[in-house]
């Protein structure tokens, strides 16, 4: 049994609706901002990887700079 009347049924109705609608808006949009940072970030993971690795590799010694500075520092 209701202690409205139809009218005022309605209109909770109207408004439970309508915040029903505005909470899925906004769970979509959240879902698609989600998604654009997740990517972004995993791009600018995979550059900052690539740039790392090149510059290992363009500034590295030698493999046997690193024997001979062993070897050094051992006897020591």
Do not use: C
């Amino acid at each position: 049994m209701s202690y409205f009347d139809p009218e005022t049924q309605s209109e909770l109705n109207r408004q439970r609706i309508h915040e029903e609608m505005q909470t899925i808006h906004l769970q979509t949009k959240a879902v698609r901002g989600k998604n654009i940072l997740h990517r972004s970030l995993a791009l600018l993971g995979g550059w900052m990887v690539a740039r790392g690795e090149k510059l290992r590799m363009k500034n590295s010694a030698p493999q046997a700079y690193y024997t001979e500075l062993n070897k050094k520092t051992a006897h020591r």
